[in-house]
């Protein structure tokens, strides 16, 4: 797939600027990610990337913004953290750098390192977000769902408004955490109303990183990152949405690739804590007031009352996709 050059000639609204966040861990798919933002966008001048990369440069790790002249075109819209891949902590941490590189757009997106898109990505998405507020839908809404594996991933396939994945429900893991079922094929032409945010497609306003900003001392945490946001975003007075058609596909397992708890030891207790409480898991008032803590807009109560969460006897009774 290569870049289109006439298709960044194309004119638009230059108010509707999109920041992509992208946080990569030894990603050889990162700089083909970074193709598909660009080269399937309507307007990739209005596309800006954040990038945190973790690579092991020693070993030969790729550079998600590798010298090629396809990027020069894009280069002022491109911004990079580099680390080395030891000085990794998780994803949520990546994330969060990834967040301090956004510079007031319009939009904000969330993906994964390796992630394909469809044609017109970026108009699909932002048309989504205007339909839901023209609506009266949501004045604040926010689009989020586990992305369709990338194996199913065709031209064909990605132009068709059917088998959009749903985040059907949540249960209690074996520490005690809310974690997310994985998700659902659905056809239907409905964006959905959930509770619940995924970390590898996120697409709000970009005054949501400002209402919601990522907190920088979640070392090392996967699960709980995603309960925690989903609740800090709806208790911000946020709505979310599955999206009504696949912008996105997503390789999962990627059972060959290095992952951070293959090439280091560490613990999230510290941060798993920190979300058991934040959460409402743990009765502790020492964090009432934090500033990386739930919004204002909304209770605790009134979230777990509409994912049909009971805490006290560890029970989930709805299910988004039967509802």
């Not at 090629?68 to 280069?75: G, L, R, S, V």
């Not at 502790?284 to 909304?298: E, I, M, Q, T």
């Amino acid at each position: 797939m290569i870049i289109n050059l006439l298709t960044y000639c194309r004119i638009t609204n230059k108010m509707d600027t999109i920041f992509v966040s992208v946080a990569s861990y030894r990603d050889d798919e990162c700089p083909a990610t970074l193709e598909y933002l660009f080269g399937k966008a309507d307007n990739p001048h209005n596309v800006y990337i954040g990038i945190c990369q973790q690579n092991d440069s020693d070993n030969g790790d790729i550079d998600c913004v590798f010298e090629n002249a396809k990027y020069d075109i894009f280069k002022n819209n491109i911004r990079m953290i580099r680390l080395k891949h030891h000085e990794a902590k998780g994803p949520t941490w990546a994330r969060y750098l990834c967040s301090t590189l956004y510079n007031n757009e319009t939009y904000f997106f969330q993906i994964d390192s390796h992630t394909k898109l469809v044609d017109g990505w970026d108009t699909k998405c932002i048309n989504m977000m205007k339909y839901l507020k023209s609506t009266g839908m949501s004045n604040k809404p926010v689009l989020s769902h586990y992305p369709a594996a990338w194996e199913s991933f065709s031209e064909e396939a990605s132009n068709r408004r059917v088998g959009v994945t749903r985040i059907c429900k949540s249960f209690f893991n074996e520490r005690g955490m809310i974690s997310f079922l994985g998700a659902e094929t659905i056809n239907t032409n409905e964006m959905f109303p959930s509770p619940y945010v995924a970390g590898g497609f996120l697409f709000s306003e970009g005054s949501m990183l400002k209402d919601v900003p990522f907190d920088p001392t979640l070392d090392y945490l996967f699960v709980g990152e995603e309960i925690l946001h989903s609740i800090r975003i709806w208790t911000a007075g946020y709505d979310i949405f599955t999206p009504n058609e696949n912008i996105a596909f997503h390789e999962y397992t990627r059972a060959e690739k290095p992952k951070i708890w293959t090439d280091k030891k560490y613990t999230d207790e510290e941060a798993f804590e920190k979300v058991k409480v934040l959460i409402g898991l743990v009765d502790n008032n020492d964090l009432s007031n934090y500033k990386y803590g739930l919004g204002k807009k909304r209770s605790l109560k009134d979230y777990y009352k509409f994912a049909g969460i009971d805490l006290e006897n560890k029970k989930v009774s709805k299910n988004f996709c039967r509802p």
